[in-house]
């Protein structure tokens, strides 16, 4: 908690005054243009890897980054999405899985969460992903491929909101699904051509 404290202090004392325009300017604006959904994990932090400033990325961040289909009664996620979407005006949405997912693991690996049965249940949002995984992979390639499959399972998903649904119809909203490596840095583009990503290079041996 020190290390916290100090850290607020520091963003008061050097960040906030050399930002301190941009941050009145958004005291009254709120108008990002992305809803990016990644996972929790601490590792993976989406303003770094997509050097956003304060204000340009609505972020939402699940276990594993998974997003429940839409269901007749509201929660969290589905709430945050439709904000996004419908009041804010989002023109993307990024789906962001990361290499050495916590949640991925356990699932490709089949581990016993009988002792954490909230993240068992909430991991079943990515049964569809597992029946995309090869029988054959193994090991961290079983893995690779499950947060692969899991960030194409969940933009699908992402469509069952209506709100989401519409946008899409409409031509308003481009899905987009990544993932990060992070002993890389690179960031893998699964759905299309429009980012054109080059490869990140090697840490230093
Ligand atoms: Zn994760």
Redesign the pocket.
């Known amino acids: 908690m020190r290390d916290l404290a100090a850290g607020v202090r520091s963003f008061q004392q050097e960040v906030f005054p050399a930002k301190a325009e941009l941050f009145a300017g958004l005291a009254a604006r709120h108008a990002p243009d992305t809803l990016f959904i990644s996972?929790s994990?601490a590792r993976?932090v989406p303003e770094l890897i997509t050097q956003r400033e304060p204000g340009e990325l609505f972020v939402v961040r699940t276990?594993?980054?998974l997003v429940p289909a839409h269901m007749p009664y509201a929660d969290g996620t589905a709430a945050s999405i439709e904000y996004a979407v419908a009041v804010l005006g989002v023109t993307d949405i990024v789906v962001c899985g990361?290499s050495s997912?916590?949640?991925?693991t356990a699932l490709a690996e089949g581990h016993d969460l009988s002792g954490a049965p909230a993240v068992a249940g909430w991991l079943r949002h990515a049964d569809a992903a597992m029946t995309g995984v090869p029988g054959s992979a193994t090991g961290a390639a079983r893995v690779a491929a499950l947060v692969r499959e899991n960030v194409l399972a969940q933009l699908t998903r992402l469509t069952t909101h209506p709100a989401v649904a519409g946008a899409l119809s409409r031509g308003a909203l481009t899905l987009h699904g990544w993932v990060y490596d992070i002993a890389t840095g690179a960031v893998e583009n699964l759905t299309g051509a429009v980012e054109n990503f080059t490869p990140a290079a090697r840490p230093a041996a």
Do not use: E, F, K, S
């Open positions: 996972c994990d993976v276990a594993g980054n990361h997912c916590g949640a991925m």
